[in-house]
């Protein structure tokens, strides 16, 4: 099986919310690009490839991605969802794990919609196969997600820094919890669901990430997390399986002309996950549970979603994880 992109018809669906409120929430809400099934040959529900957009826990919007969704849609002739989130900003000053928190929501929400044709009160796709895309800060939601933190220690006083300020002399809200196995937990019903998970340009170990860029503790780091000595609890790349999520497969994609993250936070959490399956380094990544590719991509750390690359590399990943689980047979 292979992804042959080419002219795909797609049913658009703008705007679904996922958490039910009274009023109406931007940051709640999903885009869904549907390929047109072939009512004669397709007697079985596809897949749903979820794509999670970055911009460091404060930017970007889920319709910057509709020309990447489509094209991840015409490669896979699967279903494509892009939520929004919740972002933190000078009059939403949110910390870690807000934005995961409504990640969480939205993945657990497709689970249960019930499609969006009253008439016909059934998703375009199958709850029971899902496959996620995370990039830059979102593969970190992800990973805090799909894998469990350690017990904290006892006291973490000592990553407090000094009581800080905004510019306009409000204090700043407290600082992120220190995660516990019981944050971020997904459902039995979630973790069996998920199938793969796609990470690009990714943020793990944020004290490492600091050492190579600093000026980005003030520019999102401080702002999400606390402006805090060490950020070692909220190290994924240092986190556990979680029970049931044994069966995922992961595939760790980096640019060699991203000059925003560093290869090096890709090669941990592909170090961690390797050594967390028990994989052989030494014998290579194909066919493991654990891939990487981080030789094909030359675009810069937001261009490459506008490329063709991409979504080529991700679409026959999915397929090709698709057939070897046919080829498999139930187990």
């Known amino acids: 099986m ?19 409120t009274d009023a109406r929430n931007p940051l ?6 549907v390929p047109k099934r072939r009512e004669n040959l397709d007697t079985r529900l596809p897949p749903l490839v979820c794509f999670i957009h970055g911009g460091a826990w404060r930017s970007e919007d889920k319709v910057e991605h509709a020309g990447l969704a489509r094209r991840l849609a015409a490669q896979t002739n699967f279903p494509v969802a892009v939520p929004n989130y919740r972002l933190t900003t000078a009059s939403t000053p949110i910390r870690h794990p807000g934005h995961a928190e409504d990640l969480l929501a939205f993945l657990h929400s497709l689970l ?41 220690a006892s006291d973490a006083s000592p990553l407090l820094a000094s009581p800080s300020s905004t510019a306009s002399g409000v204090p700043s809200p407290p600082p992120s919890p220190i995660p516990t196995p019981d944050t971020l937990v997904p459902s039995p019903a979630l973790l069996a669901a998920t199938h793969a998970i796609v990470m690009s340009e990714g943020l793990y170990d944020l004290d490492a990430l600091l050492v190579t860029y600093p000026a980005y503790k003030t520019w999102f780091i401080a702002p999400t ?6 950020y070692a609890p909220w190290n994924t790349a240092s986190y556990q399986l979680r029970p049931g999520a044994e069966h995922l497969r992961w595939l760790i994609l980096h640019s060699k002309g991203d000059t925003l993250v560093d290869q090096g936070q890709s090669e941990r959490i592909w170090g961690h996950l390797t050594e967390l399956y028990g994989q052989d380094v030494h014998v290579g990544d194909k066919g493991g549970p654990v891939q990487r590719e981080w030789e094909v991509l030359t675009e810069e750390h937001n261009e490459m979603l506008a490329g063709e690359v991409y ?18 047979g139930p187990s």
């Not at 709640?28 to 690009?33: A, R, W």
């Not at 997390?225 to 060490?230: A, M, Q």
């Open 28 to 33: 709640h809400e999903f885009d869904l690009y």
């Open 225 to 230: 997390f606390g402006r805090l000595r060490s």
């Open 2 to 20: 292979s992804s042959q992109p080419n002219t795909t018809v797609l049913d658009e669906h703008r705007d679904i919310p996922y958490i039910a």
């Open 311 to 328: 979504p080529r590399l991700v679409g026959d990943y999915i397929l090709a994880n698709i057939q070897c689980q046919e080829s498999a």
């Open 112 to 152: 249960t919609w019930s499609g969006p044709q009253a008439s016909a009160p059934t998703p375009p796709y199958d709850p029971t196969r899902l496959y996620l895309i995370g990039h830059s800060c979102s593969a970190h939601m992800l990973t805090s997600i799909f894998l469990q933190p350690p017990e904290p």
